[in-house]
């Protein structure tokens, strides 16, 4: 007996059963498919919802370069240091003579025009003092709180000068000036200097280290000495050979160089272990070139003498305001040039 279907194949004869097995392949094809979320999206669009993107947690894929003003602005700029980033020479208002500042921190140091520079996210402040060697940067001096806990973790510009009171070129100086018949000559002081060079030489890598542990994002910027002579002939009043000139301003090149070496050391090793932040050596041994002592636009004082005292006053040999302003040049265009590295 023929079923319905049967006879209805039987009609359609060979190419009828050969349609009727086309149209099962494709169903059995297409079922499975449609199944599949993504195919009935495509097929059917609606009712789909794309699947959320897989969440990766990389710090290391997320830490991006920094440009050297973002590294340098992010947090509070600090500025420490001796007497030639406080400013003493510069002084111009009542207030810069103040008595009571044992610090001499005046208005026309470089700090204030580095911070009106740029705008640091968490302001600034100023704390160099005169005085001021790589021991009272940590331990504080006279009084005045330890210069190193005026920085921290928020901190992301340093600049400060140190290493002059270390190796005691104000005595030097004075032994040069003051030529005793029973006192060694200005040249013959080079032992006694090279002994505290040594000894800053220890020192300073230590005081790097300690600014850069309790500021690890920021970037340390150090500041060296200007030639204060000019080598061309003496300066009146000051009783200062050319040779004498020449000695002094060699140990002034040789203690930026021990600056230079400690902080591309500290540096290095930053960058040794991936850290943040830098340690920066800005070059200002001929920052003063052609306004030395003695010039017709000195930007460093001569030696001042306070007669009633029998001494030489505390500007003696330090930068005027307009020494300050080539100082806050030179910061200025450090933080903007960077250490030549990748910040972050």
């Given at each position: 007996m023929?079923?319905?279907?049967?006879?209805?194949?039987?009609?359609w004869?060979?190419?009828?059963r050969?349609?009727a097995v086309?149209?099962?392949?494709?169903?059995?094809?297409?079922?499975?498919?449609?199944?599949?979320?993504?195919?009935?999206?495509?097929?059917?669009?609606?009712?789909?919802?794309e699947?959320?993107?897989?969440?990766?947690?990389?710090?290391?894929?997320?830490?991006?370069?920094?440009?050297?003003?973002?590294?340098?602005?992010?947090?509070r700029y600090?500025?420490l240091?001796?007497?030639?980033?406080?400013?003493?020479g510069?002084e111009?208002?009542?207030?810069?003579?103040?008595?009571?500042?044992?610090?001499?921190?005046?208005?026309?140091?470089?700090?204030?025009?580095?911070?009106?520079?740029?705008?640091?996210?968490?302001?600034?402040?100023?704390?160099?003092?005169?005085g001021?060697?790589?021991?009272?940067?940590?331990?504080?001096?006279g009084?005045?709180?330890?210069?190193?806990?005026?920085?921290?973790?928020?901190?992301?510009?340093?600049?400060?000068?140190?290493?002059g009171?270390?190796?005691?070129?104000?005595k030097?100086?004075?032994?040069?000036?003051v030529?005793?018949?029973?006192?060694?000559?200005?040249t013959r002081?080079?032992e006694?200097?090279?002994?505290?060079?040594?000894?800053?030489?220890?020192?300073?890598?230590?005081?790097?280290?300690?600014?850069?542990?309790?500021?690890?994002?920021?970037?340390?910027?150090?500041l060296?000495?200007?030639?204060?002579?000019?080598?061309?002939?003496?300066?009146?009043?000051?009783?200062?050979?050319?040779?004498?000139q020449?000695?002094?301003?060699?140990?002034?090149?040789?203690l930026?160089?021990?600056?230079?070496?400690?902080?591309?050391?500290?540096?290095?090793?930053?960058?040794?272990?991936?850290?943040?932040?830098?340690?920066?050596?800005?070059?200002?041994?001929?920052?003063f070139?052609?306004h030395?002592?003695?010039s017709?636009?000195?930007?460093?004082n001569?030696?001042?003498?306070?007669?009633?005292?029998?001494?030489?006053e505390?500007?003696?040999?330090?930068?005027?305001?307009?020494?300050?302003?080539?100082?806050?040049?030179?910061?200025?265009e450090?933080?903007?040039?960077?250490?030549?590295?990748?910040l972050?």
């Amino acid at each position: 007996m023929i079923g319905p279907v049967g006879r209805v194949l039987d009609r359609w004869g060979e190419r009828g059963r050969a349609v009727a097995v086309l149209v099962v392949l494709v169903a059995l094809a297409v079922v499975p498919l449609v199944a599949l979320p993504a195919v009935r999206c495509a097929v059917f669009g609606s009712g789909c919802r794309e699947p959320a993107p897989a969440v990766r947690t990389d710090p290391v894929a997320t830490r991006r370069a920094l440009t050297p003003v973002e590294a340098a602005t992010w947090g509070r700029y600090v500025a420490l240091g001796d007497s030639y980033s406080s400013g003493v020479g510069s002084e111009s208002t009542v207030a810069d003579n103040n008595p009571l500042d044992r610090c001499h921190r005046t208005s026309k140091a470089y700090y204030h025009e580095v911070s009106k520079a740029f705008d640091f996210a968490k302001g600034s402040e100023f704390w160099a003092c005169s005085g001021a060697t790589t021991a009272d940067v940590l331990k504080g001096k006279g009084g005045e709180p330890p210069q190193i806990g005026r920085i921290g973790p928020d901190t992301s510009l340093v600049t400060l000068s140190i290493g002059g009171n270390d190796v005691g070129f104000s005595k030097v100086l004075a032994g040069c000036v003051v030529k005793l018949p029973w006192s060694k000559n200005c040249t013959r002081q080079g032992e006694e200097v090279a002994e505290r060079m040594a000894e800053l030489r220890r020192n300073l890598p230590g005081l790097l280290d300690e600014i850069t542990a309790r500021a690890p994002r920021a970037r340390v910027i150090v500041l060296g000495y200007p030639r204060v002579f000019s080598e061309v002939s003496g300066v009146d009043g000051d009783n200062i050979t050319v040779s004498d000139q020449r000695w002094l301003n060699a140990r002034a090149y040789d203690l930026n160089r021990l600056i230079a070496q400690s902080a591309a050391e500290a540096d290095a090793q930053i960058a040794a272990r991936n850290g943040s932040g830098s340690v920066e050596f800005v070059e200002a041994y001929s920052a003063f070139a052609g306004h030395e002592v003695g010039s017709d636009e000195p930007y460093m004082n001569g030696l001042a003498l306070n007669l009633p005292a029998l001494e030489a006053e505390p500007r003696s040999y330090h930068p005027t305001a307009a020494g300050q302003r080539a100082f806050a040049r030179l910061f200025i265009e450090q933080i903007k040039k960077g250490p030549g590295r990748p910040l972050s």
